[in-house]
C-alpha cells in the first residue's frame, strides 16, 4: 500500500502541486498586502478621497464602491500578469527540456 501510495505521489505531481499551492497562498498575500498598503494609498488621492476604502460613486440612491473594487482590480491584474509570466517561463524550459 505504502508504495502504491508512493507511486500515486510521483505519478500526479502531488508534491510539486502543493508546493505550487503553498507559493500561490504566499504570492496572493505578498500582493493583496502590496495593492492596499503600497499602492491605492498612492491612488486615493486621485480618487478625490483621503481614504481609498472610502471612494463610491453615487448615482441617486445607488452608491458604489470603486475603492475596495479597485483594491480587488489591481490585485487580481498584478496576480494574472505573475502566473502568466511564470508559466511562460516554466513552458519554455519545458520546451527547452524536451529538445
Not at 507559493?23 to 502590496?34: E, I, K, Y
Not at 494609498?41 to 486621485?46: F, K, R
Not at 478625490?48 to 445607488?62: H, R
Amino acid at each position: 500500500m505504502i508504495k502504491e501510495f508512493a507511486k500515486f505521489l510521483k505519478e500526479f505531481n502531488v508534491i510539486s502541486l502543493a508546493i505550487g499551492f503553498v507559493m500561490g497562498t504566499a504570492s496572493t498575500n505578498l500582493v493583496g498586502s502590496f495593492v492596499k498598503d503600497v499602492l491605492m494609498p498612492i491612488i486615493a488621492p486621485l480618487m478625490g478621497t483621503d481614504s481609498w476604502e472610502k471612494a463610491v460613486w453615487s448615482i441617486g440612491p445607488v452608491r458604489i464602491a470603486i475603492g475596495a473594487f479597485g483594491a480587488e482590480f489591481f490585485n487580481f491584474l498584478i496576480l494574472a500578469v505573475l502566473i502568466f509570466l511564470i508559466a511562460k517561463k516554466l513552458l519554455k524550459i519545458d520546451a527547452a527540456m524536451k529538445k
